[in-house]
């Protein structure tokens, strides 16, 4: 192995050809549209859950 070329022509140590455009290590991640909805949906109760819950309202139902 002393004195070789890792490289065998196909431009990677393994050998190997990549036939994938996936994006590889961090990608941008752009959700679809539908997915996008649901996650404004989630983000607007959990919204609504820490105002409340500033406000003291967790607390006094528990109390109940």
């Not at 002393?2 to 996936?22: C, E, F, K, P, V």
């Not at 752009?30 to 409340?52: C, N």
Request: net charge positive; no cysteine; charged share 20%.
């Amino acid at each position: 192995m002393a004195g070789q070329s890792l490289d065998n022509g196909s431009g990677t140590i393994s050998g190997r050809t990549y036939r994938s455009q996936r994006v590889r290590g961090f990608a941008e991640w752009r959700p679809r549209q539908a997915s996008a909805l649901l996650l404004d949906q989630v983000r607007a109760v959990l919204q609504e859950h820490r105002i409340a819950a500033a406000a003291g309202a967790w607390t006094q139902a528990a109390d109940r």
